[in-house]
Every structure is written in structure tokens, then in C-alpha cells.
């Protein structure tokens, strides 16, 4: 079982950046993937961007160009860089995990969730 802890979230103005964190611990097999989420009230939690034991990476289109996911496998650390924010990315962001060589955005494909960081940005 994997429990995963998020941070990295906070208050920003339009146009600024923020990092986020998110550290696994407990087992953590050789395939697994990893991806991230937001969720605003009142709205169904949507998939930001994934990233496979491989390496490879893939985002939404509404954040493509903008946020940058990263593993760091030696650690257990993933990484959600979120640059050019605007006030629409203001959400509780999301740390998911799950055993599969097979990663994508839904929110069924994940069983191990983080708490969440909550990210606001200003106008």
C-alpha cells in the first residue's frame, strides 16, 4: 500500500509559479504510475497530468505549455511545476498513485490519493 503526502500549495497572483510535491512512502513497486489532480467545489476532480515509471509524461490541454510533471524514482518524489498560473487553476490539487504499466487521466484508473494542497491565484 502506498500513502502519499502533497505540498508545495499556496496563494499566488496571476502569472506567478508554484511547485508541488508530492513523496510516497510504503511499497512502491517497479511499475506504478503517478499523476496529478485538481478539484474546485461543486466540480468533478480532473486529471492535470501523469507521469509512468518510464518517465514518460502526458498533460491535459488546458495546462500543456504551462505545468511541468517529474519523478524523481530514487526518491519517491513527484513533481507538479505550474508556471504562468491564471485564476481558473485555482483548485485542491491532487497526488495519485497506482499499480499499472498502463497510466492515464481518469480518476478510477488511481487508488491511492493524497490529502491535496490547495493552490489559489489571484487576478
Known amino acids: 500500500q502506498m500513502q502519499l503526502v502533497e505540498s508545495g500549495g499556496g496563494s499566488v497572483q496571476a502569472g506567478g509559479s508554484l511547485r508541488l510535491s508530492c513523496v510516497v512512502f510504503g511499497y512502491t513497486p517497479t511499475t506504478y504510475c503517478m499523476a496529478w489532480f485538481r478539484q474546485v467545489p461543486g466540480k468533478e476532480r480532473e486529471g492535470v497530468a501523469y507521469a509512468d515509471s518510464d518517465g514518460s509524461t502526458s498533460s491535459a490541454d488546458s495546462v500543456k505549455g504551462r505545468f511541468t510533471i517529474s519523478k524523481d524514482n530514487a526518491k519517491n518524489f513527484l513533481f507538479l511545476q505550474m508556471n504562468s498560473l491564471r485564476p481558473e487553476d485555482t483548485a485542491m490539487y491532487y497526488c495519485?498513485?497506482?499499480?499499472?504499466?498502463?497510466?492515464?487521466?481518469?480518476?478510477?484508473?488511481?487508488?491511492?490519493w493524497g490529502q491535496g494542497t490547495q493552490v489559489t491565484v489571484s487576478s
Open positions: 495519485a498513485a497506482d499499480y499499472s504499466k498502463v497510466c492515464g487521466l481518469g480518476t478510477a484508473e488511481y487508488r491511492y
